[in-house]
């Protein structure tokens, strides 16, 4: 990491604190997204010896991390209402790039009951601040809103499994420590 600057390093440590500590992307796709990154913001450094430093690193504290983790994390008791959603028809999309993606998805459901999803952005928002942005649509892609089923169901199902939300501006909060188990 010697020769970056103090803010590029910071930058590069940053971005890959939440490609690996997401629990989405593989190591092919963080290196991917590392590589990129290093070439833009540091051109004059390795990609090959500085992005395997940089997973590393974030490995490391990670697994030190985990040891005081509680035996059911938040995104463990997510995916469960995840899946809860999933078997009553709603159409979940996990880490998307955008909502065009989400879209794309409900589309291709047969007789879709609504879409939940979240973006790569909302995941590393959760990781930095603890709090995961969902959105919730019904399935001609209009936001839901106070007072609907499906809204209702879904901050059931979260208030259910101990995780805190509320609807905001045509999304739910999600409070939670983005605490997720990841192997890469």
Same mark, same amino acid.
């Given at each position: 990491?010697?020769?970056?600057?103090?803010?590029?390093?910071?930058?590069?440590?940053?971005?890959?604190?939440?490609?690996?500590?997401?629990?989405?992307?593989?190591?092919?796709?963080?290196?991917?997204?590392?590589?990129?990154?290093?070439?833009?913001?540091?051109?004059?450094?390795?990609?090959?010896?500085?992005?395997?430093?940089?997973?590393?690193?974030?490995?490391?504290?990670?697994?030190? @991390?985990? *040891? &005081?983790?509680?035996?059911? $994390? !938040?995104?463990?008791?997510?995916? =469960? +209402?995840?899946?809860?959603?999933?078997? %009553?028809?709603?159409?979940?999309?996990?880490?998307?790039?955008?909502?065009?993606?989400?879209?794309?998805?409900?589309?291709?459901?047969? @007789?879709? *009951? &609504?879409?939940?999803?979240? $973006? !790569?952005?909302?995941?590393?928002? =959760? +990781?930095?601040?603890?709090?995961?942005? %969902?959105?919730?649509?019904?399935?001609?892609?209009?936001?839901?809103?106070?007072?609907?089923?499906?809204?209702?169901?879904?901050?059931?199902?979260?208030?259910?499994?101990?995780?805190?939300?509320?609807?905001?501006?045509?999304?739910?909060?999600?409070?939670?420590?983005?605490?997720?188990?990841?192997?890469?």
């Amino acid at each position: 990491m010697s020769g970056l600057g103090e803010r590029t390093g910071r930058e590069l440590r940053g971005l890959a604190r939440v490609l690996v500590r997401s629990g989405y992307a593989d190591r092919t796709a963080v290196t991917a997204a590392l590589t990129e990154a290093v070439q833009e913001d540091a051109p004059s450094a390795d990609p090959s010896v500085l992005v395997p430093q940089l997973i590393d690193e974030v490995m490391q504290a990670l697994g030190e @991390d985990a *040891k &005081g983790w509680p035996t059911e $994390t !938040d995104p463990e008791r997510l995916d =469960a +209402v995840l899946a809860e959603l999933e078997a %009553l028809g709603v159409v979940v999309v996990r880490y998307c790039a955008d909502h065009h993606e989400a879209r794309k998805a409900l589309e291709a459901a047969a @007789d879709p *009951k &609504g879409l939940v999803f979240f $973006t !790569d952005t909302d995941v590393w928002h =959760a +990781v930095d601040f603890g709090m995961l942005e %969902l959105k919730v649509w019904h399935p001609d892609t209009a936001n839901v809103a106070p007072g609907e089923p499906l809204l209702d169901d879904v901050l059931a199902l979260l208030h259910e499994r101990d995780l805190p939300a509320v609807f905001d501006e045509g999304r739910i909060e999600v409070s939670l420590q983005w605490h997720r188990r990841v192997r890469l």
